[in-house]
């Protein structure tokens, strides 16, 4: 449960395929070419982090944002914070074994703190275990370790998320009343998910629309949450489907595939969605989906590398960080929590496009400069 009074605005992202790049280059020593695997970066400036070594595990790579948004991110920041800090990075393709195995070797190859994005919210805890064993400070971020000593945990106010979703939803069906919805939740194993979750159905629940399927999507799977819609075309009819809740944009796309399969115009069903992908921005523009939720990437990945920056250097979390408190099932864990946006395509070019999130090229190409022409972009 949030128990933060004083939930932090998200700082506005800025230019954010720069600060990308720079990350990117600062990996001089990953060769893993891919999403995947593990991988050390250094770098040999001066620096006041004598050395130290800080281990950022993700959880997989399905979801755009973690190869192309945190993990540059990330890294651009700490080697602001700590150029000589070395970063230890892994990807765990949403394995959690993977995940374990990955953590062992942080921690055998000297990590001085884990920022953790958990596979498996509740598995994760042995990885917490593991690291305590080792008094190496323990940083959740984007999902919540569940049942654990985390030492902190950054990400969004999630059952935010939720609501922003639903009351979307809820706007694009109009009047609400009677009409039939399918929900395509999130992975069950994510305890984001179920916070994303809990806060639209707090919203859906009193608003008169009738829940006619609702689904967990494992992995977050596009590909399921597509088989998913089918399945729910299949059993309501696909005359009778008026809105679809998606947790995120990608199974957002999934369930827009199956729509387009079964003959239904998308542009008629609103579907919700999460994350800003530049393939659900796009959609917004062309009316296939309604609405994301933008959780800008840029700060919470910053505001990571100066808690774990601290933290190798035996500090405190610095001053004004910490926001709140957020109970994981097993105790009350200090909290940076920022705040999400909707958007929907009355406001793209003032949240992701101002904040320079894509460039505009890459938004408009070909069959969407029509559409970002008449919402006054590029």
Known sequence: ?????????????????????????????????????????TSSSSGGGGGKKIALLLPESKTARYEALDRPLFTAALK????????????????????????????TNGANVLVLDPVDAEAAGAIVTRAKQSKIPVVSYDRLISKADVDYYISFDNEEVGKLQGQSLLKGLGSPSGKSIVMINGAPTDSNAALFKKGAHSVLDSSGVKIAKEYDTPDWSPDKAQSEMEQAITAIGKDKIDGVYAANDGTGGGAIAAMKGAGIDP????????????????????????MTVYKAVKPEAEAAAKLAFALATGKPAPAGLITGKVNNGSKDVDSVLLKPVAVTKD???????????????????????????AAGIG
């Open 1 to 41: 449960m949030i128990t933060s009074t004083n939930v932090r605005t998200a700082l506005l992202l800025g230019a954010l395929l720069p600060a990308a790049g720079l990350g990117l280059a600062a990996c001089g020593s990953d060769d893993s070419g891919g999403s995947s695997g593990s991988s050390n970066s």
């Open 80 to 107: 602001a914070e700590c150029p000589d800090c070395q970063l230890i990075y892994s990807n765990a393709d949403q394995d959690t074994t993977k995940q374990q195995s990955q953590a062992e070797s942080a921690i």
């Open 267 to 290: 542009t008629k069903v609103p579907v919700t969605g999460q994350d800003a992908e530049l393939a659900g921005i796009q959609r917004i523009l062309i009316g296939e989906q309604y």
């Open 347 to 373: 406001n793209v070019k003032d949240t992701v496009v101002a904040d320079g999130v894509y460039k505009t090229s890459a938004i408009c190409a070909g069959k969407y400069a029509a559409a970002c022409k």
